[in-house]
């Protein structure tokens, strides 16, 4: 296994992944065989190649930074799981 | 006797509902008809728009009526659930967008529907795209139209299958790896994937954002330029989308095969390759030479090097953009949550299936401190001399030829089991994503009764070039227009 328990528990706790114990199992058996392929990249020689940042080869491009879109909070939060006076509810997380 | 309204393709429904041989009501009523009729065998639907479809088919009657008939006024089509429709369930093949009933429409959607199109309904898919059998839908599996016991491919599984059941005419898909073109060839369908940029991504639910692009699947590649001419084009909401001129790309069906250059790359016809599929698809080169093109050899050093690097970049981007499910602005949330921690935990964990958390988490790993440069940095590398590789090829050829997919349909539950299996499914398919090239798949032969796609790449913008190839091809060839018995 070239990943132990405790690495796929560091990850999930990183992913913000809750694993049940059978599924814990699985996922550390077959992420380690994901791993294991894909480390074949470490035999190519990349020395001076550029990481490639974008498809086309050409910049990001950006927009002015000004409101463009109405505001449709309502209908946007009829999706929510738990809202109030247009607010998001979540735990509390400030004693 | 003219064939039926089914079996009829999306160029040939357009030339019936412009001569007044039948409605677009008629059409689409026929068209739901088979679908309640078929689809508890498939499973290719995951919601089905019945009343808004013939609202939409009646509007479209009443423009043809008043001379205002549009592009695609009053044809039917299906929509991948990855694209978000407004105020109609949008689940992307997950159980954590169970709920969710988009605010608003995708680009595609707008631009489609504008142009007069009929949508029926939203098709399965693979859970957020990730996957190459439809088998990780929260949905259940699709079945191939061809062998209800094999898969349809993946991951726009439920189009490919809907098209080529005759359940629809035509259907958009995404391909982040391949997840148009196996499919299409998995079901004797066409799948085109557009270059990176080409088609707008607004509303689209972002898998891998280096890699995403829309496409369509539909039974002829002069359906699929029909279908592109209205879907490509700048779109200010989508920082990824190119401003770059809209060709009539119908205009492309009326060239020859004449002097057009064709590359074989070796490396596709390796060892990984089943022999009766490459059979198939050297026949199909053999009359693509006979008939005016020239076959040219050509190498990709390091496209063997592809899987493994998709495998990297398409996680690590998965990773960070699935991060936005976190139960609390839409989407699944669990249940007494203790805290926010936990909150976010068991609503992912809940929400996502098996292989989504799996490549979750493979990106997370990548791009954890300390691994960054081993690997997502590496693979951007690799990634950069396949893209050269392809670059240095299309200063020798105008498109690339060879398999789709290294095997015809597969039986469901074949290669569940081990990640890596499934994954080389898109051995020939994601180096086209990697360098943002766009491929076309059209069917070329049978293999055991179950079908097999020729792959075609072409260069950034290249889109003519391989709608002109594959039409020509289809021409000479009747594979696209075979149709599974059982749907007839």
């Known amino acids: 296994m070239s990943l132990d328990k405790e690495q796929v528990q560091q990850i999930a706790v990183l992913a913000r992944l809750r694993l049940d114990d059978d599924e814990f199992a699985e996922t550390v058996d077959k992420l380690s065989r994901i791993v294991d392929f894909v480390d074949q990249l470490s035999q190519t020689d990349t020395t001076g190649v550029v990481p490639m940042a974008h498809p086309l080869d050409v910049a990001q491009r950006l927009r002015p930074d000004v409101v463009t879109e109405p505001d449709d909070r309502d209908h946007v939060q009829e999706n929510a799981p738990s809202t109030q006076d247009g607010l998001y509810l979540v735990p509390k997380v400030i004693e | 006797m003219a064939a039926e309204l089914h079996q009829r393709t999306l160029s040939e429904l357009a030339a019936g509902l412009e001569a007044g041989d039948f409605s677009s009501v008629e059409l689409t009523e026929a068209l739901l008809a088979r679908v309640a009729d078929h689809d508890g065998e498939l499973n290719a639907f995951i919601t089905v728009t019945a009343e808004q479809a013939l609202a939409a088919a009646r509007a479209a009657d009443e423009a043809r009526a008043a001379g205002n008939a549009g592009v695609l006024g009053g044809l039917p089509l299906v929509h991948k659930d990855i694209f978000c429709t407004r105020d109609v369930l949008t689940t992307c093949g997950s159980r954590m967008l169970e ?32 996957g190459s059998s439809n088998e990780t839908s929260y949905y259940g599996p699709v079945r191939n139209p061809w062998h209800l016991e094999y898969s349809p491919g993946g991951s726009s599984g439920g189009s490919a299958a809907a098209v080529a059941a005759r359940l629809a005419p035509a259907a958009t898909g995404t391909d982040t790896g391949g997840s148009i073109r196996q499919p299409a060839a998995l079901t004797g369908t066409v799948g085109l994937k557009p270059t990176y940029g080409r088609v707008s991504r607004y509303g689209m639910i972002a898998f891998a954002s280096s890699l995403d692009q829309a496409g369509v699947i539909t039974r002829s590649s002069a359906d699929a330029a029909l279908l592109l001419g209205v879907m490509a084009g700048f779109d200010e909401r989508d920082s990824t989308s190119i401003d770059h001129p809209v060709p009539d790309y119908t205009a492309a069906l009326s060239e020859s095969l004449d002097g057009l250059r064709i590359g074989v790359v070796k490396q596709h016809f390796d060892d990984g390759l089943d022999a009766a599929t490459g059979a198939a698809v050297r026949e199909a080169l053999a009359v693509l030479e006979a008939n005016g093109a020239k076959l040219v050899d050509v190498d990709l050093p390091n496209i063997d090097l592809s899987v493994p690097t998709y495998y990297v970049v398409a996680p690590a981007e998965c990773s960070s953009n699935l991060s936005r499910f976190d139960g609390v602005r839409f989407g699944h949330r669990a249940d007494n949550p203790e805290d926010l921690f936990d909150l976010y935990c ?29 690997y997502y940095l590496k693979a951007q590398q690799v990634r950069h001399l396949i893209a050269d590789d392809f670059k240095s090829a299309f200063e020798k050829v105008d498109l690339i030829a060879g398999p789709t997919s290294p095997t015809p349909a597969f039986r469901l539950g ?74 007839s």
């Open chain 2, 99 to 130: 709920n969710f009933v988009s605010p608003y429409n995708a680009t595609v959607v707008d631009r489609l529907a504008g142009a007069g199109a009929v949508i029926l309904g939203k098709t399965n898919m693979d859970e957020f795209a990730m």
């Open chain 2, 346 to 374: 068991r609503s992912r964990g809940e929400g996502f299936g098996a292989e989504v958390k799996r490549r979750i988490m493979t990106g997370t790993y990548a791009l954890s401190a300390g691994y960054y440069d081993a």
């Open chain 2, 414 to 487: 074949d290669k569940v089991d081990d990640p890596i299996t499934m994954y080389l499914n898109d051995i020939y398919t994601v180096g086209a994503n990697l360098a943002g090239l766009p491929g076309v798949s059209t069917p070329c032969g049978f293999v055991d009764g179950l079908p097999v796609g020729l792959h075609l790449v072409g260069p950034h913008w290249g889109e003519e070039v391989l709608i002109r190839c594959a039409h020509n091809y289809e021409q000479l060839t009747d594979w696209h227009r075979a149709c599974p018995e059982d749907f």
